[in-house]
């Protein structure tokens, strides 16, 4: 492995001297952020910070600046072996010191990059740079993560511990990588992988080209930035959930039950990508509304934290997630429906950026 004091961008190897030339040459500050999280038998734990802080460093040797050591404090990190998740507070009020000290310190353009893709989490990081922005009318502060670099991209580009995420360590810290340890079965599931069994999907190759795609688009945006446009940390966002959270949730047809006064019922998310739902937006039973009021949402799947969310708790920093083939218990208090055959119709907004809906036939035993 290369010695890292030779990297010229590396913030904590730089010199008071070279600081002084870079905030003259190329005054760009890039913060990699990531987590420790489980993503499988095959990664380590430190798969998200690791891709944030590579890719930090490929781009600052294109467009100049330093990047900083990276921040492994994270919110919304899976509830499996070995992760460590801190409250979105905690997150804030880590970010907000930092990014305003290098404003204050000359940086004319800030880069918060980060390798963990949950949105409550990349929600706190857009607020801060857009906060900075407004307090420092002069700087450009920009929340982005790989995935939206490369929602342009053909071929897969969004995964948790499957083929993107395996080739990006392929192509970054091979060592790290053990494909050995999945099973020799490309049906087989894993938990903490969510997608196909990368024992057979993943290559360098990929990690390769998924890296300089997002290198060359993030070189592209800070170019922009030195003519004069203004960053927008939410435009990719609106992309990258349009690609890859579209599509309606469907109507698990015998799920309906009464229970204990509330309708219980479930919703199966058949797209191979997560949906994190911000807000259940409506709701009708047979054309009438139900109001959903007090009801909850459960992920029982092996691996997810969401046991009875608060459908009126839901919002950009309290979202619901709902994983490929997975199902969403629905329980509404208050609503009563007869036994038998009904239309159920919903709509949900995900990641406040998008509806999606649930529409189909509910038999109610």
């Known amino acids: 492995m290369a010695d890292p004091s030779l990297d010229p961008t590396a913030y904590e190897f730089v010199r008071p001297a070279r600081m002084r030339e870079v905030l003259e040459e190329a005054p760009i ?25 590579n890719l930090c460093h490929r781009t600052a040797a294109v467009t100049g600046g330093v990047v900083l050591p990276p921040l492994w404090l994270a919110s919304g990190v899976l509830p499996l072996p070995h992760g460590i998740v801190v409250d979105v507070s905690v997150l804030r009020a880590v ?4 990014l305003r000290q290098l404003a204050e310190g000359g940086f004319k ?8 893709g949950a949105l409550d989490h990349l929600h706190v990081l857009r607020k801060e740079t857009d906060r900075l922005m407004d307090e420092f009318p002069d700087v450009n502060a920009l929340t982005t993560v790989w995935n939206e670099l490369n929602a342009g991209m053909e071929g897969d580009i969004h ?6 995420e395996t080739s990006y360590l392929m192509e970054f810290h091979p060592d790290t990588v053990d494909l050995t340890t999945l099973e020799d079965d490309p049906d087989a599931e894993h938990v903490g992988v969510y997608a196909a069994n990368p024992r057979f999907t993943a290559n360098r190759e990929w990690g390769a080209t998924m890296a ?5 688009r993030l070189a592209g945006l800070i170019e922009g930035f030195a003519a004069g446009e203004r960053a927008d940390s939410w435009l990719m966002l609106r992309q990258l959930v349009s690609r890859l959270q579209s599509g309606d949730l469907e109507v698990v047809t015998d799920s309906g039950r009464m229970v204990n006064g509330s309708l219980r019922f479930e919703l199966l ?9 911000t807000q259940l937006s409506s709701l009708a039973i047979d054309g009438h509304p139900a109001d959903p009021a007090g009801g909850t949402l459960a992920n029982p799947s092996v691996g997810e934290g969401h046991t009875d969310t608060p459908i009126d708790l839901l919002g950009p920093l309290s979202g619901f997630y709902i994983r490929r083939d997975q199902t ?8 009563r429906v007869e036994r038998g055959v009904h239309h159920l119709a919903a709509g949900f907004i995900l990641a406040d950026v998008l509806e999606v809906g649930a529409s189909g036939t509910l038999r109610i035993r």
Do not use: W
């Open 109 to 116: 353009v800030i880069v918060v990059f980060s390798g963990h």
């Open 95 to 98: 970010v907000r010191p930092i």
């Open 212 to 216: 300089g795609h997002a290198v060359r």
């Open 159 to 164: 995964d948790h511990g499957a083929k993107v």
């Open 328 to 335: 969403m218990v629905v329980s509404i208090p208050g609503t």
């Open 269 to 277: 998310n058949p797209h191979p990508q997560s949906k994190y739902i």
């Open 29 to 53: 500050a890039f913060l990699p952020v990531g987590c420790v999280e489980y993503h499988g038998p095959h990664l380590p734990l430190g798969v998200d910070m690791l891709t944030a802080d």
